[in-house]
């Protein structure tokens, strides 16, 4: 296995599988796509916070009191704009008190390189693991980015959550920032296209999300 592969989990579940498959779909509209990415999120999301710290607490049962683990620690979510705000509801269904961070990147058309707009995390997030979430790892230059600002922050704790990840994504990432794990539920080897997207994957999940571009074959007269 090449080393860059030895940080990256990818699901294979089936019905992680069959989500990602409609997603790719051009005739999946914008509604249904966001809601196949916020389901995508919360299936993906058991696996990525495994390692959550729990401790045991006594409550009162129907027949008698217990001691049973809760979550000894808050998480944050950090969406990379705007796209990732797709995946939030579906790791913050798991658990409503988890946090949320936002960081505004968009990726320069001609160098293909990531600029900043906006950067926020909640004041006590380095106390617990950090999730950046974006549906595509493609170039990595984002999600650098965006894993570099968090820790410049002072956290360290901290794992990446995608849909789609491509090779060259996750040979970046591997390279920068060895230390972070990288969760798919779809992986792309090979090299990306002219404009730096997947082959494979489902186009510009921000756009679909938000119903701005539509992929669905034009119908003649």
Do not use: W
Not at 103 to 117: A, F, H, N, S, V
């Amino acid at each position: 296995m090449k080393e860059y592969l030895s940080n990256l989990t990818v699901f294979s579940h089936p019905l992680i599988q069959h989500k990602v498959s409609h997603l790719c779909d051009v005739n999946t509209g914008s509604k249904e796509f966001s809601e196949l990415v916020k389901e995508l999120a919360m299936l993906m999301g058991y696996e990525t916070l495994k390692e959550l710290k729990t401790k045991n607490v006594e409550i009162q049962a129907p027949l008698q009191k217990i001691t049973t683990p809760v979550l000894a620690e808050d998480f944050t979510i950090v969406p990379i704009l705007r796209a990732g705000l797709g995946m939030v509801d579906g790791l913050r269904a798991l658990s409503p008190t988890a946090k949320v961070g936002h960081i505004g990147l968009y990726r320069d058309e001609e160098t293909l390189q990531p600029q900043t707009y906006y950067f926020k995390l909640p004041v006590d997030a380095s106390g617990g693991p950090i999730i950046v979430v974006d549906p595509a790892l493609a170039t990595g230059g984002s999600a650098d980015a965006a894993i570099q600002f968090v820790k410049d922050s002072g956290c360290s704790n901290i794992k990446f959550m995608c849909i789609f990840a491509s090779e060259v994504g996750v040979k970046l990432l591997y390279e920068k920032h060895p230390d972070v794990k990288v969760y798919a539920a779809n992986y792309a080897p090979g090299p990306l296209n002219e404009q730096g997207y997947i082959y494979t994957a489902a186009g510009d999940a921000g756009d679909r999300l938000c119903g701005t571009v539509s992929y669905k074959p034009q119908k003649n007269g």
